[in-house]
């Protein structure tokens, strides 16, 4: 074995301006436990940077990135649910953007480079690392599509009435197949594929 052989960098962060950092993260704190879902807490993310629309609705301990919350767009009509965070910053991965009447569910994650199309819905809990298309229902970790939405989860529109125009996606069967199954010849795939 030879020596240790260093790579020289090819990346560095951009320097963050420490009192526009300072005011930014107090304001992050504020609104993370202030009440006005689409009044205060909406000016507040604005305050920071965050590129906000009309009508959007932004619930309970959301984490819009700490650092550079000017990468992320919010169009008109967008819902982010409580303790959703989103990353828009990851070394040279940059920005998010959540189109209008999108729906973010509870605990879902948003990483950077990522765009959520029109009336998409993630729903609570999944980890969205890719684009999604408009008008489809994602879920899981990694979020992977699930179904076509009808109509968009606007604020106006029960879940009754989301529900019954969902559009379930045919699964798919997965060509992976463990050893034990390669020994069989009938043997069924153990695992669906959205």
């Known amino acids: 074995m030879g020596k240790d052989r260093t790579i020289p960098g090819d990346w560095k962060e951009p320097d963050e301006n420490g009192l526009r950092g300072i005011l930014s993260r107090i304001l992050q704190m504020i609104a993370r436990m202030s009440p006005g879902a689409q009044t205060l807490r909406v000016m507040l993310h604005r305050a920071r940077g965050v590129k906000i629309g009309k009508g959007v609705w932004i619930g309970y301990d959301v984490i819009l990135d700490t650092a550079r919350p000017d990468l992320i767009t919010i169009e008109d009509g967008a819902s982010i649910s409580m303790r959703a965070m989103i990353i828009a910053h990851f070394k040279e991965f940059r920005g998010v953007r959540i189109e209008r009447e ?9 990483l950077p480079n990522v765009v959520i199309g029109y009336g998409a819905v993630i729903t609570a809990g999944s980890v969205v690392s ?16 699930v179904a076509r939405c009808g109509i968009a989860f606007r604020q106006d529109i029960s879940m009754k009435t989301f529900s019954r125009n969902l559009q379930p ?5 997965s060509n992976a197949r463990s050893d034990s199954e390669e ?5 069924v795939p153990s695992r669906l594929e959205v």
């Open 169 to 173: 996606l045919a699964p798919r069967v």
């Open 102 to 110: 999108a729906f973010v569910g509870p605990g879902a994650i948003i």
């Open 130 to 145: 890719q684009s999604i298309p408009p008008m489809t229902v994602v879920q899981g970790n990694p979020a992977v599509p």
């Open 183 to 187: 020994q069989s010849t009938d043997a």
